[in-house]
């Protein structure tokens, strides 16, 4: 048996394992796609002195879509929050107040 010699079949099977992969990390966490695939809403959670929804925007960063959420928070605060599609879940934050509080 020439074991230097790749097989067909073997060569097919490794490929389309290494894709598949490949898709599997692209798609774990990343935003609405496993719901696509009809696995379920995604879902994110709301902040802890989450009072009242303001705003919801969704915005591209170059592959990645971004959702800005604006919110009343339970002490009144106005607060803008980012989350990004990337595993990770990246979040940024923003704290509106008036000038004459600072």
Not at 5 to 11: H, S, Y
Request: proline share 3%.
């Amino acid at each position: 048996m020439d074991y230097n010699r790749v097989n067909k079949k073997d060569f097919l099977l490794g490929f389309l394992s290494c894709v598949c992969l490949i898709l599997l990390i692209n798609t774990a966490g990343c935003g609405r796609t496993l719901s696509r695939f009809g696995l379920g809403d995604q879902k994110l959670k709301l902040p802890k002195d989450f009072k009242k929804m303001l705003s919801v925007s969704f915005h591209k960063v170059g592959n990645d879509t971004v959702k800005d959420v604006t919110y009343e928070s339970t002490d009144g605060i106005i607060r803008s929050i980012e989350y990004t599609d990337k595993p990770w879940k990246l979040e940024g934050s923003i704290q509106w107040i008036k000038p004459d509080s600072e």
